[in-house]
């Protein structure tokens, strides 16, 4: 996907208006194509479609007339186009496990999906400006160095493994007080089920923290650094004064554009999260699909975590683009 963090050369910035205008339609053209992408792919997967809803008894007629029923004897570019112009149109197609249409089957779980993000995203945020400012005001202390080295081991690894890693310490033997399994009954808020979030909501927080609060420490660093703040020192202000007044808000406006981007991978991390602890969210849903051969439901899906993806990208590029104008 292109890079939507780089900003513009300073000197030839459009309006706001004119460029994000631009980056919208540029982002259309890139979800266009990966609708396209993803059309293909999912039709390149092995196995017939028609003979999987079936079962391996079904009669070659049987098969045929499901495939006719279900547009599959039409040429792709057909059935790409049926489904794109669907999808536009809010109608993303009809289940083949299921039979339920796949807005009403992948609505709940998109909310509990977007519950699971708002949660993480609501104590990534704050946790990361206060661990990152304090961090880079002991710098170089042994605080300091157990949160780089902390920060580090969690930004290498991958999502799932430490889910696990809480599940192996927290729904095990080890502690045992948290379940491991986020058994959300269909059609129930998740909220109604703190327990069941606990875990989901633990792994992409660390995740989150540990990541934006590095560069949250790094941009406090180079305010306190700044000329601007050293000709505040000068002055003979206070710490307190400096700190609050002139370095954090400096160093929480050059964190904004990753704030957005980790707003990003943390919703398209959600899959991998859903997955480890069974939250029936909308990566389960496309995992699921993808088992079960299920297109529609893999279709929508990931084409709505596609677009949500691309969405914070541009939350994040425009407030890069606002702070370089100024």
Do not use: C
């Not at 058994?183 to 923290?209: E, F, K, R």
């Not at 160093?251 to 069974?278: D, F, N």
């Not at 949500?308 to 100024?326: I, K, M, P």
Request: glycine share 8%; no cysteine; aromatic share 8%.
């Amino acid at each position: 996907m292109t890079d939507l963090t780089t900003p513009l050369p300073t000197g030839s910035r459009p309006s706001t208006l004119a460029w994000l205008a631009r980056r919208i339609l540029l982002g259309a053209l890139i979800l266009l194509l990966v609708s396209l992408l993803l059309f293909l792919v999912t039709q390149a997967l092995p196995g017939d479609v028609a003979r999987i809803i079936l079962g391996k008894d079904a009669t070659a007629e049987q098969v045929a007339d499901l495939r006719l029923r279900l547009g599959l004897d039409q040429p792709l570019i057909a059935q790409y186009w049926h489904w794109l112009t669907g999808v536009l149109t809010g109608d993303m197609g009809t289940s083949l496990q299921n039979g339920e249409s796949v807005a009403d089957f992948i609505g709940p779980r998109v909310l509990n999906s977007l519950t699971l993000g708002f949660i993480s995203m609501t104590l990534i945020l704050p946790l990361a400006v206060v661990i990152g400012v304090f961090s880079a005001h002991k710098r170089d202390s042994p605080l300091d160095k157990a949160f780089v080295a902390v920060s580090s081991l969690f930004t290498a690894l991958p999502a799932f493994v430490v889910g696990m890693l809480l599940i192996a310490f927290f729904a095990t033997s080890v502690f045992g007080v948290l379940p491991g399994v986020s058994n959300i009954p269909p059609g129930n808020p998740p909220w109604w089920y703190p327990a069941q979030l606990v875990l989901p909501v633990a792994t992409l927080t660390l995740m989150g923290v540990m990541y934006l609060g590095r560069l949250v420490r790094a941009s406090f660093i180079d305010a306190m650094n700044s000329e601007y703040v050293q000709t505040a020192v000068l002055k003979g202000l206070t710490d307190r004064r400096v700190l609050f007044r002139h370095a954090l808000p400096n160093a929480i406006a050059a964190s904004l554009p990753a704030a957005g981007l980790v707003t990003a991978v943390t919703i398209t991390g959600v899959v991998v999260v859903e997955y480890v602890y069974s939250y029936p969210g909308l990566g389960t849903a496309v995992v699921g699909a993808v088992n079960s051969h299920d297109l529609p439901v893999m279709q929508a899906g990931t084409l709505i975590l596609a677009t949500a993806y691309y969405v914070f990208n541009l939350l994040a590029d425009l407030l890069s683009e606002r702070r370089g104008q100024r």
